[in-house]
């Protein structure tokens, strides 16, 4: 997406939040930098702009920068550094978890979950800075699931190395979730899906708790029994965008922290 749609779209941002969400979002900024999600249905969304609302489903990210953009222009302190988020949430019609599988790849879609792991703490890059052993050129980079960094744009050697006490870190935990067992028949087997909770999401969730998690499918490659990736063959992941606790849910399941 150009400069140009992604300002178009921050304005439709801006208005939409301004009619819908002025109050919560001032609310929002009291608490600030604790408080930094603002909780939007898409429904609301859906009213003002039903083909946006749609293109949110099913192009998330060429999205969810311009909307993140608007929520920080609302911001009272000009001199704020901390990121907020429009965490979306109450999509109507998503499948089991069970039944999440290619065709949902890089969809935004809200799965009814029962979290049944969940990890330790684990520090992630956001922005990295790196910097070039040989002719000592330093560079900063917003850091997505594949980038990969290593050559120096200045000498054009593969001699960058990541300067940790530059970066910026941010905190990332996963978690595994399957169907609630009353959705399952009989004795039909479950499985697991990765869940990635960041920032303040981290913990937000419980082991047993019943929740509805928005999120963005993605996937990644395998690893061969040479731990090369795998062409053919993926991993999915749940890019968690939101999390609505329901209740309380107790169940024979074993419950432990992720090794």
């Given at each position: 997406m150009d400069e140009i749609a992604a300002a178009e779209l921050s304005d439709k941002f801006l208005e939409f939040f301004n009619e819908y969400y002025i109050d919560r979002i001032n609310d929002m900024y009291l608490g600030y930098p604790k408080t930094r999600s603002l909780m939007v249905d898409i429904k609301d969304l859906e009213k003002?702009?039903?083909e946006l609302a749609l293109e949110m489903i099913n192009n998330p990210d060429s999205i969810f920068p311009p909307a993140n953009a608007a929520l920080a222009k609302l911001n009272p302190n000009p001199?704020?550094?901390?990121?907020?988020?429009?965490?979306?949430?109450?999509?109507e019609g998503s499948p089991l978890i069970q039944d999440v599988g290619s065709e949902y790849i890089g969809k935004m879609l809200t799965l009814d979950s029962l979290p049944v792991k969940r990890s330790e703490i684990i520090p992630k890059v956001a922005i990295g800075v790196f910097k070039c052993t040989f002719c000592?050129?330093?560079?900063?980079?917003?850091?997505?699931?594949?980038?990969?960094?290593d050559l120096?744009?200045?000498?054009?050697r593969r001699s960058l190395k990541q300067d940790n006490s530059e970066s910026h870190f941010t905190n990332l935990q996963k978690i595994a979730v399957q169907d609630p067992l009353?959705?399952?028949?009989?004795?039909?087997?479950?499985?697991?899906?990765?869940?990635?909770?960041?920032d303040d999401l981290v913990n937000t969730v419980t082991p047993g708790d019943r929740i509805d998690i928005t999120g963005i499918l993605r996937i990644r490659p395998r690893k061969t029994t040479k731990g090369k990736d795998d062409k053919m063959?993926?991993?999915?992941?749940f890019d968690a965008v939101s999390i609505v606790?329901?209740?309380k849910e107790f169940t024979?399941?074993?419950?432990?922290?992720?090794e």
């Open positions: 003002i702009d039903h001199e704020a550094k901390e990121n907020v988020y429009a965490r979306f949430y109450g999509i000592g050129t330093t560079i900063k980079i917003k850091m997505e699931r594949e980038t990969v960094v120096c744009p200045q000498c054009k009353e959705k399952l028949k009989g004795s039909t087997p479950t499985w697991q899906l990765e869940v990635w909770l960041e063959l993926y991993s999915m992941l606790h329901k209740q024979d399941i074993e419950i432990s922290k992720e």
